[in-house]
Antibody, heavy 114, light 111 residues
Framework: QVQLVQSGAEVKKPGASVQVSCKASGYTFSSSTMHWVRQAPGQRLEWLGWIHIGNGDTKYSQQLEGRLTITRDTSASTTYMVLNSLTSEDTAVYFCVRDHGEDWGHGTLVTVSS | QSMLTQPPSASGTPGQRVTISCSGSSSNIGSNIVNWFQQLPGTAPKLLIF???QRPSGVPDRFSGSKSGTSASLAISGLRSEDEGVYHCAAWDDSLNGHWVFGGGTKLTVL
């Protein structure tokens, strides 16, 4: 069965960067896309961006463009999300999401606090 | 960014039918398919309806989706206690070079 296993919770100081990984299994990783979505406390789900695993093309939310980088390692079936210049408003649970939402990672809590 | 509008809450008693609405615009629901996600307490969202009205395998036929113009609806019939959770609608939006937009989520309470 499809599994998306994310890295563990992170606590970061304002201005720092965070990397969250998402290891995929149970499907053909190379012919898929991976989205990243976050959910801040009490807020709606927010789309951050996606990567086409096959050719590495990316698209980012305009609100985060310049701070967000999504990459993939096809040999490790893993996608990475790096968010720079963190503020308290980036405190949220971050999810990786396959293709059109068929499968979600379990979520990674990122807390930004001084 | 564009947003989709859902009622913040809905409720019903076991066995009842409940509907949840999702309102958008011509750049999202009006021109793209709608998906619905169910998020049970403490878990990640799960795909409930895709392509406006299609159920993934394993989703009971008590759940149904529809779309008309720039609005969509999720209906849950034969309400059960395990249906209690938050329901999110989502659609691709063609503005701003394209992005996924979500509704604010509707918390369903089974009384």
């Amino acid at each position: 069965q499809v599994q998306l296993v994310q890295s563990g919770a992170e606590v970061k100081k304002p201005g720092a960067s965070v990397q969250v990984s998402c290891k995929a299994s149970g499907y053909t990783f190379s012919s898929s896309t991976m989205h990243w979505v976050r959910q801040a406390p009490g807020q709606r789900l927010e789309w951050l961006g996606w990567i086409h695993i096959g050719n590495g093309d990316t698209k980012y939310s305009q609100q985060l463009e310049g701070r967000l980088t999504i990459t993939r390692d096809t040999s490790a079936s893993t996608t990475y999300m790096v968010l720079n210049s963190l503020t308290s408003e980036d405190t949220a649970v971050y999810f990786c999401v396959r293709d059109h939402g068929e499968d979600w990672g379990h979520g990674t809590l990122v807390t930004v606090s001084s | 960014q564009s947003m989709l509008t859902q009622p913040p809450s809905a409720s019903g008693t076991p066995g009842q039918r409940v509907t949840i609405s999702c309102s958008g615009s011509s750049s999202n629901i009006g021109s793209n398919i709608v998906n619905w996600f169910q998020q049970l307490p403490g878990t990640a969202p799960k795909l409930l309806i895709f392509g406006n009205d299609q159920r993934p395998s394993g989703v009971p036929d008590r759940f149904s989706g529809s779309k008309s113009g720039t609005s969509a609806s999720l209906a849950i019939s034969g309400l059960r206690s395990e249906d209690e959770g938050v329901y999110h609608c989502a659609a691709w939006d063609d503005s701003l070079n394209g992005h996924w937009v979500f509704g604010g989520g509707t918390k369903l309470t089974v009384l």
